[in-house]
């Protein structure tokens, strides 16, 4: 627990000490970033959240952020969300997980999955002079992550997490694909409400000669109950993504913060965040977001909407629905 605490601590310290050294990188490895693809999230309420999700996230929307906190899962959980971004390009993403201490428990744990795809529909064929080749022709390209995790507790205080990942792209008749992983930490401190996690995102792997969007992520939560009344609670979140391969990305620093208040069955959900500085193509600036959930006796029905500023594909809405059954 001492020796994950100190680990956690060096390096939140080498990410906010790194920061001026990256800058200074840019010019001698920009260029080299590839699959960006990657950066761009699919859970509503982490994007509400500013995109501070490797400590507080505890369920299935974990297994893109840290799959560590999929083993915070009582039961099983399903996520469906859209995006639609500019020149009606979209990005769908289906996760599904499983907890299994009670069907399998010489295995326990949760296993979950997920695909996600970014279709950008037909593109017009033009030559090098920018003309349409034979009147009419087109071709389209696409970019799919297909995604398995496993995650347990590995004592009182602590969690783990693993995911592989499939990632493929499309250009045309021109595709590549890969394999990389994601491995994760939750520190559940003797203090109520409080969490720490830990994550390396898209580890092991190159395309090509170009580096994946490798990142250390360090993160700290912390929900209280009870906030007003016997009925609802609040978490404020924050966290650091320090780039490892390439360096030309900025080290990202996110906050954010819920309140849910909840009522016979209902709970209604409000959420805000701040990036400061852009990692995850979700934009700078303030983030919105909101959700409402229903219990239907047994089955529980999320749906959370989420408002990103502008970036490099313009304002983005995100929805997505999650059921617990």
């Given at each position: 627990m001492k020796l994950c605490l100190k680990i956690l601590f060096l390096a939140t310290a080498l990410a906010m000490a790194g920061g001026p050294s990256l800058s200074m990188a840019q010019n001698a490895n920009g260029g080299r970033a590839a699959f960006d693809f990657l950066k761009i999230s699919p859970i509503s309420r982490a994007v509400g959240l500013g995109g501070a999700y490797t400590a507080i996230g505890?369920?299935?929307?974990?297994?893109?952020?840290?799959?560590?906190g999929l083993a915070g899962l009582l039961t099983s959980e399903m996520n469906i969300t859209y995006l639609s971004l500019y020149q009606?390009?979209?990005?769908?993403?289906?996760?599904?997980?499983?907890?299994?201490?009670?069907?399998?428990?010489?295995?326990?744990?949760?296993?979950?999955?997920?695909?996600?795809?970014?279709?950008?529909?037909?593109?017009?064929?033009?030559?090098?002079?920018?003309?349409?080749?034979?009147?009419?022709?087109?071709?389209?390209?696409?970019?799919q992550v297909f995604s398995i995790a496993y995650a347990r507790d590995l004592g009182h205080f602590l969690q783990g997490g693993f995911c592989v990942n499939y990632i493929q792209q499309q250009i045309d008749t021109v595709s590549s694909s890969l394999f990389d992983a994601t491995a994760g930490l939750i520190i559940l401190p003797p203090f109520d409400g409080m969490r720490v996690g830990l994550?390396?995102?898209n580890m092991g792997a190159q395309a090509a000669g170009f580096d994946l969007p490798f990142t250390l992520n360090t993160a700290i939560s912390y929900r209280h109950y009870e906030l007003f009344s016997g009925q609802d609670d609040g978490a404020l979140t924050a966290e650091v993504a320090f780039p490892l391969q390439p360096l030309e990305d900025p080290v990202g620093v996110k906050v954010g913060g819920e309140y849910n208040y909840k009522w016979m069955g209902n709970r209604a959900t409000l959420r805000a965040g701040y990036e400061f500085l852009d990692t995850s193509l979700n934009g700078v600036g303030l983030t919105l977001g909101a959700g409402y959930g229903l219990d239907f006796g047994g089955a529980v029905l999320f749906l959370d909407y989420a408002y990103a500023p502008d970036d490099i594909f313009g304002s983005a809405h995100r929805i997505s629905l999650t059921t617990k059954f």
């Open positions: 505890d369920d299935i929307g974990s297994i893109y952020y840290n799959p560590a009606s390009i979209n990005y769908e993403f289906l996760a599904i997980g499983y907890p299994m201490g009670e069907s399998i428990p010489e295995i326990g744990g949760t296993v979950a999955v997920s695909a996600a795809l970014l279709q950008p529909g037909s593109l017009p064929r033009t030559n090098d002079n920018g003309v349409t080749v034979n009147g009419t022709a087109s071709f389209s390209s696409g970019d994550s390396l995102k």
